[in-house]
């Protein structure tokens, strides 16, 4: 039984919102990868994108038509977590990548959920500052065609990519971001506030979201989803129903965060794998699904989702499929 669809509660972490800490405190680590070269800096002053940035150039980390990917992690966790390094090296065998984790243990890594929550504002302006200063680069100035920047992160730190995205923007005013992937975005002190400080279609060009530890209600202890059902994105994929996945120990809605962390588990395994889980799609109430989906209309789950960048056109919607315990997964 799914006690928490009985409860519709307010979110007592959108009630007090704790003021985020400043950047100077945060100081989040960048670790910039390619296939060749590994370089790291701490951003601890917005003014200092430029020049690392800049640094970065010279030392051959960017190129036209290389994708810039961000990976963020989300509460309690650093550039230690493990599924952070095997996902930088998927993505780097797959595709000539620049790909960048973010470390922001300074500000996830709290006993305070609400503060870490709060965070998430300081780290995505830094991750904001960064990305307008490398297509304020000479190579991508000139021709914005040449940068792709994509940000995928996990529970928080989905929040953080979906504030980023927001943030970033061209002299114009336009989007830099052109895709956003989040990996069960965290819905305790988002998906029921008015602040509207969480990801969202205007993050990027498109955003795609794969849920598995959603609800649509109550986010109060000792009854806990982690994530939401919440469609936020322009692609929404919802895994054995977005909720209680296989494996998983669902007492009481899944003691620990089994679920929660099944949505990197589940994306990592699609980076090289292009053809795999395949959804269905047009799903007109997530509360029941599969039944509210079209059989006719599907896409792949994971980073070849039409949000990809060699994908010819983008189908949005919410989609489902199923997922089974073991890798692959689907």
């Not at 730190?157 to 989007?175: D, F, H, I, L, W």
């Not at 789950?301 to 949005?316: F, L, N, P, Q, R």
């Amino acid at each position: 039984m799914d006690l928490s669809l009985d409860l519709d509660l307010p979110d007592p972490f959108c009630i007090v919102r704790p003021i985020p800490v400043p950047l100077s405190i945060v100081r989040p680590e960048f670790n910039v990868y390619t296939r060749s070269n590994f370089t790291e800096f701490t951003l601890s002053d917005t003014n200092d994108s430029p020049g690392f940035a800049q640094k970065l150039d010279q030392a051959g980390f960017f190129a036209q038509n290389r994708q810039v990917v961000f990976i963020v992690h989300g509460f309690l966790n650093n550039e230690k977590t493990t599924w952070l390094s095997p996902m930088k090296d998927e993505i780097l065998k797959a595709d000539d990548s620049t790909v960048i984790i973010v470390d922001w243990r300074n500000g996830a890594d709290v006993p305070e959920y609400a503060t870490a929550a709060s965070n998430t504002q300081t780290t995505a302006a830094a991750i904001a500052s960064f990305a307008q200063a490398v297509a304020n680069l000479e190579k991508f100035s000139s021709d914005p065609t040449q940068l792709y920047l994509y940000c995928i992160g996990h529970s928080l730190g989905a929040q953080v990519c979906g504030q980023a995205g927001r943030k970033a923007k061209s002299p114009a005013g336009q989007q830099l971001f052109n895709r956003v992937t989040g990996l069960d975005p965290a819905g305790p002190g988002f998906a029921k506030c008015s602040d509207h400080l969480h990801i969202d279609k205007d993050s990027a060009t498109c955003v795609d979201i794969i849920h598995t530890d959603g609800s649509l209600k109550g986010h109060a202890l000792p009854i806990v989803h982690f994530g939401t059902l919440l469609q936020w994105g322009h692609i929404d994929f919802y895994p054995n129903g977005g909720h209680d996945q296989p494996g998983c120990l669902n007492i009481r809605n899944d003691i620990g965060f089994c679920s929660h962390e099944k949505a990197h588990d589940f994306f990592m395994t699609t980076i090289n794998r292009p053809d795999s889980c395949a959804a269905s799609g047009l799903c007109s109430n997530v509360t029941t699904l599969p039944d509210s989906c079209a059989s006719n209309v599907t896409q792949k789950m994971g980073y070849y989702s039409t949000c990809h960048a060699k994908s010819a056109s983008v189908i949005e919607g919410a989609f489902y499929l199923t997922a089974t315990a073991a890798e692959p997964f689907c």
